[in-house]
T-cell receptor
Framework: QKEVEQNSGPLSVPEGAIASLNCTYS??????FFWYRQYSGKSPELIMS????GDKEDGRFTAQLNKASQYVSLLIRDSQPSDSATYLC???????????FGAGTRLTVKP | DTAVSQTPKYLVTQMGNDKSIKCEQN?????MYWYKQDSKKFLKIMFS???????INETVPNRFSPKSPDKAHLNLHINSLELGDSAVYFC???????????FGPGTRLTVL
């Protein structure tokens, strides 16, 4: 069974702090990694994609991938109350069309 | 607007009925998907279509049948609805199998 694991939270950080979200996966064949943000009652929205080991930065967001450790993370710098949402980690291998999601981590940024 | 759209947004129906949810994307993507998100917010893939060909079919009941009249549309038909079918159903699309997916707004199905 190919699993994607996330700490369900809730994770609470003060405004302006760094929020760190973590995800582990079991399938070593995984090649594509995605972070989605989902506000309550809304659809998942793509934040970051990462395909190779290391860091990828986009504005206040940094995705980190370590394939040897089967670990992917998302850092949110200068967290804002508007960042409060559930963050979904998704993992895909190129051998099939099966993208698997973690259960999500609920983040709350307190003003 | 370029997007993935779904109709209806809300669907309330009785057990045993048959219903359909429609999905359209004008992004020019080759692959479309249906996901189910249950009350625990766990998002699970149900089907995907690539150029009108079913690629994967997770272990969903055969009461669920995807129908794709063309590359831009993937509809979901559900027969003999059950209480456990109540969930939010999301349509998504991607340019290629390995690329990121973009989601529609979701359809909240409630079976009474």
């Amino acid at each position: 069974q190919k699993e994607v694991e996330q700490n369900s939270g809730p994770l609470s950080v003060p405004e302006g702090a760094i929020a760190s979200l973590n995800c582990t996966y079991s399938d070593r064949g995984s090649q594509s990694f995605f972070w989605y943000r989902q506000y309550s009652g809304k659809s998942p929205e793509l934040i970051m994609s990462i395909y190779s080991n290391g860091d990828k930065e986009d504005g206040r967001f940094t995705a980190q991938l370590n394939k040897a450790s089967q670990y992917v993370s998302l850092l949110i710098r200068d967290s804002q109350p508007s960042d409060s949402a559930t963050y979904l980690c998704a993992v895909k291998d190129w051998g099939n069309n099966d993208m698997r999601f973690g259960a999500g981590t609920r983040l709350t940024v307190k003003p | 607007d370029t997007a993935v759209s779904q109709t209806p947004k809300y669907l309330v129906t009785q057990m045993g009925n048959d219903k359909s949810i429609k999905c359209e994307q004008n992004l020019g993507h080759d692959t479309m998907y249906w996901y189910k998100q249950d009350s625990k917010k766990f998002l699970k893939i149900m089907f995907s279509y690539n150029n009108k060909e079913l690629i994967i079919n997770e272990t969903v009941p055969n009461r669920f049948s995807p129908k794709s009249p063309d590359k831009a549309h993937l509809n979901l038909h559900i027969n003999s609805l059950e209480l456990g079918d109540s969930a939010v159903y999301f349509c998504a699309s991607s340019l290629a199998e390995e690329s990121e997916q973009f989601f529609g707004p979701g359809t909240r199905l409630t079976v009474l």
